[in-house]
């Protein structure tokens, strides 16, 4: 119901990827103090420098998490931006200052919080419990071990105690969030009329003399830049994987070899129910509950069937009692020993008796099993085939890289040799400029019909290369481009073409288009206005030419644009009824607001979930603003390579 809140909440998160970025990504805080490069430096924080090996360390680590994420559809060259490597080479800094903060202050992170903070790691829980061997499963996927895993959770634990406290404490009081829960479900009755430009471009004319008027009063909006036609060849996992045979016999020797990774262990669906043992009580104390658990154990035997109803009633498990004691599919090291040998003792629907743990005393029942079983070859047959391929095609471009890297500086007048050896296709482009490919309409007849090599040929890297002097004006071979850590461009310019103004013949229906939607909504906005005028002096009835009335929130517009909504919902709530006026890209709308009428009264969990985000949000400020101070603080300085590793001048890639 709040999306709203929650959409304002994006920049929040970028804190909390401050606060917890993966470990292995940056150097631990003594590191930060005894680090000596002699690599270019981008950033100083109090005095150290962040290099550009430290931003290459992260942007890999970052981009193998994107890969991980986005499967097949990963496109690293999308990442590839001035955008996206302003915002890193800011969260090194963010995180270089609070790791700072974090030294000075001598933060640390008790065992037990460290215990607690893995448990509640998503992925390495099954059916809502920590698993310890899903979690070596995890660890072992990523190359991890614990200990180096525990080491860089620690360190990031002891970081986040810098911010973290201050967006915890912030609190938005009852009575605001009582009156913006009154704002956001406000109701406003509105009708409108929209006067759109399209109605009144067929009644406009546009002459060749206005035409040739504005073609010759704006030269300068219409040059097209100096651009390029290039040939190129690229080699990524595609390329490498063309000529990839998998045979029947690869795939069954896989899934022999691997089929402790398809296959299910034992598992039991367990109930239980829990009654706590304080550590304060003595010997009578526990005996009595003892005595308690002993009695409902005797219960649940003699009726199974009344588990649930126990558990709900006695079990002071606040997690599962009120599931009737459910804890979910169990398997071996989930539990601890004390329960776990127990438990796996037990038969189907047999219930045991009481069962001591670190936790208390239990009663457990077992609901269902499952045998252990494996998954048939035809079921992961295709999953098998793709991990196979990648595999192999991971081994060809390793190799396939190497050969073109030696090729292309033996042979630098043609790339078709090259092509050749390593059979891959030779792509053409059109109207490559030192900002990007023209838009279609300006690359003429050599036009490039695949928009999908925009991304390609749009990296800095090589429009950087293109525009050397060696393969602009020399016309020889770029050398090999590395766009990621899978993906490799090379490129030879064909024709190099100078800026110039297109001909007026060559951009006349571009012309006339847009002079006719410009005129076109200036009649509309006319047209409107002048009706918004008229209805203005007259009395407020409803009209009857306008769209039916519709209710509408600032959480749900109805058809309204954003524009039409925000000058609906911003009116002053007397006199009503009234009429506005919107202008907008695509014409002018007379709106009429007849009602304005409070929401239905909030219920205290719905105001205290917006407190919550509120609270959230504020909260999110409030760090924003002292990690702002720590970059005053620790006079955060950007240096000149900065500047050039954003626009794409600084290539450490090949470091």
Known sequence: MFDFIRNHQRWMQLILLLLILPSFVFFGVQGYSSFVSSEPELATVDGKGITLGEFNNARRAQLEQYRSMLGAQFDAAAFDTPGFREQLLNTLIDQRAIAIAATKGAYSVSDETLRRSIAAIPAVQQDGQFSPERYRQVLAAQGLTTTAFEQGLRRDLTLAQVLQPIGLTARVPTDIGQKIFALITEQRTVARKVYALEAYAKNITVSPEDIKAWYDANQAKLVIPENLDVEYIVLNEEAASKDVKISDADIESFYKQNEARYGQPERRRVSHIL?????????????????????????????????????????????????????????????????EEALFKLKKDEVSGVVESPFGVHVLYVTDIQAPSIKPLAEVKEDITVEIRKQLAAERFATMAGKLTNLIYDQRDSLKPIADALGIEIRKAAGLTREGLLPLAQRGAAAMPNEAALTLLGNPKVRQAAFSTEVMKDKLNSGAIELASDTILALRVGAVHAPKVPPLDQVTEQLRTMLTNERALMAAQDAGIKQLDLLKGSVATEPKDFDPVQVVTRQAAQALSREQLEAVMSASPTPLPRFLGVAGPEGYTVLWLSKIEPGSAPEAAQVSQLQGQLSQAWGAAEQQAALQLLRESYKVKMLPDAKKLISGELDGAKL
């Open 275 to 339: 009654l706590e043992v304080p550590a304060s009580a003595d010997a009578a104390a526990k005996a009595v509950i003892q005595t308690k658990a002993a009695e409902l154990a005797k219960r649940a035997a003699a009726n199974p069937k009344d588990f649930a109803a126990l558990a709900k009633e006695f079990s002071q498990d606040s997690g599962s009692g009120n599931q009737g004691g459910d804890l979910g599919w169990i398997s071996k090291n989930m539990l601890v020993p004390q329960v």
